[in-house]
């Protein structure tokens, strides 16, 4: 059974910083892409960005909305995907997903981690 | 970026059928998806590339279209199919979601 599971969310300053985690287990982790997206409260998903799979390199894209501030990663010996997010801001308040890609459709997300950017 | 236009909100009785729109600013050949999402939930795929029914989806979900305008159909409507259904497309970059319609029954 494919299962992803989000951890690391919470409040956060602006200007601040927070890595989010994703766990993965149930399927061949490298065999995929993996994407982060988020959902503000009530509003529609927005995709964030990236991470290909062993056979693309683990090279990464981005939305151009926080490329240069966000950055996906992956460890690939744990099946763990990595969001770092920098310099937060309010309006990145929203519910973050990791999400499975087939066919560049996300077939299975996470229950997704709640992040606050507030003072 | 892709706009992908949805009409906000429909109402129908249990048993019939609806289609929902998803019209895209732009063509993004067959690359439309749809996802169902339950308050509190996370998204569920339904329909990938615009007619492929999702691993577990009934039969009574279906999808059609290509280039700019797309429909998920549910035939016959059921009780649990109250949700908020979202297109997304794959074809353009960045990837955009539509700001989804959401299904009440009567």
């Known amino acids: 059974e494919v299962k992803l599971l989000e951890s690391g969310g919470g409040l956060v300053q602006p200007g601040g910083s927070m890595r989010l985690s994703c766990a993965a287990s149930?399927?061949?982790?490298?065999?995929?892409?993996m994407n982060w997206i988020r959902q503000p409260a009530g509003k529609a998903p927005e995709w964030l960005g990236f991470i290909r799979n062993k056979a693309n390199g683990y090279t990464t894209e981005y939305n151009p909305s926080v490329k240069g501030r966000f950055t996906i990663s992956r460890d690939n010996t744990q099946n763990m995907l990595y969001l770092q997010m920098n310099t937060l801001r309010a309006e990145d308040t929203a519910t973050y997903y990791c999400?499975?890609?087939?066919?560049?459709?996300?077939?299975?997300w996470g229950q997704g981690v709640m992040v606050t950017v507030s003072s | 970026d892709t706009v992908l236009t949805q009409s906000p909100a429909l109402a129908v009785s249990p048993g019939e059928r609806v289609s929902i729109s998803c019209r895209a600013s732009e063509g993004v050949n067959s690359y439309m998806h749809w996802y169902q999402q339950k308050p509190g939930q996370q998204p569920k795929l339904l329909i990938y590339k615009a007619s492929n029914l999702a691993s577990g989806v009934p039969a009574r979900f279906s999808g059609s279209g290509s280039g700019t305008d797309f429909t998920l159909t549910i035939d016959p409507v059921e009780a649990d199919d109250t949700a908020t259904y979202f297109c997304q497309q794959s074809w353009n970059d960045p990837n955009t979601f539509g700001a989804g319609t959401k299904l009440e029954l009567k």
């Open positions: 149930g399927f061949t982790f490298t065999d995929f892409y």
């Open positions: 999400a499975r890609e087939y066919t560049t459709a996300f077939d299975y």
